[in-house]
């Protein structure tokens, strides 16, 4: 997998979704993880697999997504593991303020 992938900095609002190859036989077991705590697919962070492929799908982040997303395949061969970072940054706005100093005469 790309290096752009694994390592992500994404801003807020932004939409992050990652596309795994899986295959093995017997067909593996699928597992998602953030920061070694179990992900389970829920309406903010969607988690589609299918038989070769598992996906994980944020469409719009927030600074708490921030972590490492870790997908895992297991099957009576053994098991396979990949991290994928993902930092989410804030949105800001810079102000240029002038000051003006009249003099009165």
């Known amino acids: 997998m790309d290096d752009s992938v694994i390592s992500q900095k994404l801003r807020v609002t932004n939409q992050w979704k990652i596309d ?25 962070c969607s988690i589609y697999t299918e038989e070769n492929s598992t996906t994980i799908a944020i469409y719009s982040l927030v600074k708490d997504d921030s972590g490492t997303y870790t997908v895992s395949a297991k099957n009576d ?12 940054i804030g ?5 240029h303020v002038q000051i003006y100093v009249v003099n009165k005469v």
């Open 77 to 88: 061969a053994g098991s396979v593991s990949l991290d994928l970072n993902l930092r989410v």
């Open 91 to 95: 949105m800001y706005i810079i102000f």
């Open 20 to 44: 795994v190859k899986v295959s093995g036989y017997p067909a593996p077991d699928v597992f998602w993880k953030k920061n070694g705590n179990d992900l389970p697919s829920t309406k903010h």
